[in-house]
């Protein structure tokens, strides 16, 4: 690890984390609000009745206040990929860059034309077409959503691809299973339907505190009982996709899996911890060595892990250790290799580019072909250039291999409790509000009032699972953060940090305080 | 229908893609350029409102632009994204900074309890206008003048503590701020900014009904046509005097090992042995002074579709002169053979084809971009306006 300089990736890895919990903020609520903005606005269109219009409005305003700094924080992200990863650009640019410029071309032009319809045009177009904008608006934001994670599943399942040894990079050979690849369908359905569900939430929230205040009553009602039948129908959508990415992880990310459930030993019949504490770890026998970390506390679900990942009571689930060690499967006979073995794959793998390389520059054409063959036979790519990634580290350096533990298990079971809760507050919210009894329910609308900030840790664990569980691999077993990272000075990192940290605190209060002075001016107050 | 063209045709259409994507950019710099003359056009409150939000309603257009250049040109020549971006590190970041601030600043600019107050978002858009616009021009000017960086593809190999593993390095601590040292850097920079300036002032003179508007921006036009054609000239001057970067064919041999080498008058050569794109600068420029000088000693209100046109005109030769006709487009003075050619920088033929593709759906967005704007920007901004509408900035 000598060469690698720890305190830039580390600083490297911050601010693109910073930037993008950032960013997460404020885009599920563009996601799923426009949605229900659009669906507002519809039942105008049908109604003519002006209280929908002042309805669709009033959201509108929030959606502004909310979209711009969206758009600041994410023009960020799609910079940094080059300003801090530099190698990951070149690397594997041949097919990452695809849905970047797609996104742009497909979804921000088609955003930003009709949004300015959806603010300026309300005088100035018919109903219908302003309405259509509306809808534009909201499929364009979601489209430009489609991109981008089908950009970041492709991360952490690549496929699609081939290694080019001339071109030292991965190069698309099927643009197809790039965008069609079951991880990122199951990502792109999940994270935008989160979006839906906290989306409903807020304005669940906001329009209880109208109710509470006894203001635009008739206006709070309607706008819980289009969050609610919007949110119930959009959560059981979020379960179902949740299901779905997480047997997908346990698939190709069983590192990411075995991390979020804390589970050390491998087992058949595995059980799914339902609610658990993890103890302070014992100290690492040797130095560098990772901290294992027993539960102080669990309640668990019998053969649900198991049942959960592959469909079966039954099967085997690797924990931790056994992934590091390497295991068999006692039902398949699968043997599983030891990271120890995969370092020495990735290492030969990377030394064959390099000897390949060499034999190029020497105008050695029979040594040339002789290595170029690896890399185009399928047996060889499958079996060890596969492990590319892990020939970055060795037998001292292994426990860097290794994602925070705990961190990932908190963070999906924070995520997954709280996700129990959104659904329960919709049907509790659809059903008073069919009954028309939400204003006497005073705790249901303090619950309401006090699940917005929920739903946001809720969405942020979500990502900080997704992210923080896949670590170290900025592509999943072919490239970790630490030789993906661009050759600047730590300093440099460091100050454009706390320069954005700076700004974007600072933006976010504004953000808040505008929104907060615009909710409670209410619906009859103007923009 | 792409999948029939070679290679390096389908680097040359990229090319010409990302090209029309930057002069689209400097064209709507307008936005920026506007931004700076909020305080110098707009003595009252009103006609401040007026000016900002006549610039409210497109400076997302330019904002996606770049979004879309930055994602274009990551598609289709990433290991220029890699260098130039992981490189020249504070110049994009002061860049994304100054267009970080600018998100905001037209949507919370006169909500109520903002925090930070109107002028703090005014001066939000001055600095993106003057900093944005002034450090592209820079950036865009290393394409002739050169910057200090290796590429070694071999580094990724050094496992063993060979030195770094990183691709490519730039070869000096100022991380990209080096770049305005350069005269000609600094000249391009210079005359992007007031030509934006000019572009804004020609936009205002067409979009807002208001006489004091008017008059103080034709006074301008000819306070920042001045400094714009002494920068300008001064650039082009400088660009066509100067040893540039060639790229020498080889046959039989691979264009990824090519050599560069110095070559005189390499861009004057460029725009002659390219005869139409020579024309193509011409127009551009003529159709540019053309704007300016019947806004001056005409009448002319429209005079942004001239000028509009002429500098996408302009630029787009710019760029063709930096990459096509055997030119390194990001040249290293370090070691000239690590130096970024269309044909060593690109994406593989596959995606550069499927990419091609997708560049079909441009047109579309053109055309419903135009029709929405036609249907809500038929009539000019005014001060009752601002006073009725409910959406304002």
Redesign the interface.
């Known amino acids: 690890m000598e060469n690698f300089d720890m305190t830039l990736i580390d600083w490297s890895r911050g601010q693109f984390a910073l930037t993008a919990m950032y960013h997460w903020i404020f885009v599920p609520l563009t996601l799923g609000l426009t949605f229900i903005i659009a669906i507002m606005e519809t039942i105008y269109v049908r109604t003519g009745d002006e209280k929908w219009k002042k309805m669709t409005k009033f959201w509108a305003t929030l959606f502004g206040i909310n979209f711009a700094i969206g758009v600041a924080t994410g023009i960020i992200l799609e910079f940094e990929f080059g300003t801090n990863w530099s190698n990951y650009s070149w690397f594997v640019g041949d097919i990452f860059g695809a849905p970047l410029a797609i996104e742009g071309i497909m979804a921000f032009f088609m955003e930003s034309t009709f949004i300015a319809i959806m603010f300026f045009g309300w005088n100035k177009v018919s109903k219908k077409f302003h309405l259509t904008s509306t809808w534009l608006v909201a499929i364009g934001a979601n489209i430009s959503a489609l991109w981008i994670l089908v950009a970041n599943a492709w991360m952490q399942d690549p496929v699609g691809m081939v290694f080019n040894p001339d071109t030292a990079r991965n190069e698309m050979v099927s643009f197809w299973s790039v965008l069609f690849s079951p991880t990122a369908i199951n990502k792109f359905l999940h994270t935008v339907t989160s979006g839906y569900v906290l989306s409903a939430v807020f304005v669940i929230g906001v329009a209880s505190w109208f109710l509470l205040k006894k203001k635009d009553v008739v206006f709070a009602k309607q706008s819980i009982l289009v969050a609610s039948v919007f949110g119930l129908i959009s959560a059981l959508f979020l379960v179902w996709t949740g299901d779905g990415s997480a047997r997908q992880i346990a698939k190709v990310q069983p590192m990411k899996f075995a991390a979020m459930e804390a589970l050390w030993e491998g087992r058949t019949n595995a059980p799914l911890v339902a609610i658990g504490f993890l103890e302070k770890p014992a100290p690492p026998k040797t130095e560098g060595q990772y901290q294992e970390k027993e539960f102080a506390f669990k309640i668990e679900i019998p053969n649900m892990l198991s049942f959960l990942a592959f469909l079966d009571p039954n099967a085997y689930i690797p924990g931790v250790k056994d992934l590091v060690n390497g295991y068999t499967d006692p039902n398949t006979g699968q043997k599983v290799l030891s990271y120890s073995e995969k370092i020495a794959l990735g290492k030969e793998a990377i030394l064959t580019l390099k000897q390949y390389k060499e034999a190029v520059t020497a105008g050695n054409a029979e040594e040339a072909a002789a290595l170029k063959a690896k890399f185009e036979d399928a047996n060889w790519r499958d079996n060890t250039f596969r492990y590319f990634g892990y020939g970055y580290y060795s037998e001292d350096t292994k426990h860097g291999l290794l994602p925070s533990i705990p961190l990932s298990f908190y963070s999906f079971h924070l995520m997954v409790i709280l996700s129990g809760h959104f659904l329960a507050l919709f049907v509790v919210m659809l059903i008073f509000s069919l009954k028309n009894r939400l204003e006497k329910m005073k705790w249901l609308l303090y619950v309401g009032i006090w699940s917005i900030p929920l739903v946001y840790i809720a969405s942020q664990a979500g990502w900080i699972l997704a992210e923080m569980g896949r670590q170290p691999w900025v592509i999943q077993d072919l490239m970790p953060t630490l030789a993906a990272v661009s050759k600047i000075d730590a300093g440099s990192v460091q100050i454009t940090f706390w320069l954005f940290a700076i700004t974007f605190t600072t933006l976010l209060i504004a953000e808040i305080k505008i929104m907060l002075t615009q909710i409670k001016k209410g619906i009859t107050g103007g923009h | 229908m792409f999948e029939s063209l070679s290679l390096l045709a389908l680097q040359q259409y990229w090319w010409v893609i990302v090209s029309i994507l930057a002069s689209l950019l400097v064209f709507l710099f307008f936005v920026q350029g506007g931004q700076t003359l909020i305080y110098t056009l707009g003595k009252t409150e009103m006609e401040r409102k007026m000016l900002v939000n006549s610039l409210g309603?497109k400076w997302?257009?330019t904002?996606?632009t770049?979004?879309?250049f930055?994602?274009?040109f990551?598609?289709?020549f990433?290991?220029f994204?890699?260098?130039?971006?992981?490189?020249a590190?504070?110049v994009?970041?002061l860049i994304?900074?100054a267009?970080?601030?600018?998100?905001?600043a037209?949507?919370?600019r006169t909500?109520?309890?903002?925090?930070?107050g109107q002028r703090t978002f005014e001066w939000f858009l001055i600095i993106n206008g003057a900093l944005g616009t002034i450090l592209v021009g820079a950036a865009v000017s290393t394409f002739f003048t050169g910057s200090a960086f290796s590429v070694n593809?071999?580094n990724?190999?050094?496992?063993f503590?060979?030195?770094?593993?990183?691709?490519?390095?730039?070869e000096g601590?100022a991380?990209g701020l080096e770049a305005a040292l350069n005269i000609q850097n600094l000249s391009l920079g210079l005359a992007i900014f007031f030509l934006a300036r000019i572009l804004a002032l020609l936009y205002f003179m067409n979009d807002i009904d208001d006489e004091n508007i008017f008059a103080r921006s034709k006074k301008q036009l000819l306070i920042n046509t001045v400094p714009f054609l002494v920068f300008f000239l001064l650039f082009v001057g400088l660009l066509l005097t100067k040893d540039g970067f060639a790229v020498i064919p080889e046959q039989g041999v691979?264009p990824?090992l090519w050599k560069v080498k110095m070559e005189p008058f390499k861009y004057l050569h460029n725009l002659l042995q390219m005869p139409l794109v020579l024309i193509i600068f011409l127009i551009g420029v003529v159709f540019v002074l053309w704007a300016i000088i019947g806004t001056l000693i005409g009448k002319c209100k429209h005079g942004i579709w001239a000028g509009g046109l002429g500098t996408v005109l302009t630029v787009f030769s710019v760029f063709l002169v930096a990459g096509f006709n055997n030119t390194a487009y990001y040249p290293s003075t370090y070691d000239l053979n690590s130096s970024l050619t269309i044909m060593n920088s690109s994406?593989?033929k596959?995606?550069l084809t499927?990419?091609s593709y997708?560049?079909l759906?441009?047109p579309f967005?053109l055309a419903?971009?135009f029709h929405?704007?036609k249907?809500?920007n038929n009539k000019k901004i005014d001060a009752r306006e601002m006073e009725e509408?409910?959406?304002t900035y």
Do not use: C
């Open positions: 309603r997302e257009f904002f996606t770049l979004v879309t930055g994602g274009a990551f598609a289709s990433p290991l994204y890699s260098t130039s971006f992981g490189g590190y504070w994009w970041m994304l900074f267009f970080v601030i600018q998100a905001v037209y949507e919370y909500k109520p309890n903002n925090f930070l593809k071999l990724l190999t050094n496992i503590g060979e030195g770094s593993t990183t691709i490519s390095a730039w601590p991380h691979d990824l994406s593989s596959f995606t499927a990419m997708v560049s759906l441009v967005v419903y971009i929405a704007w249907s809500i509408e409910t959406h």
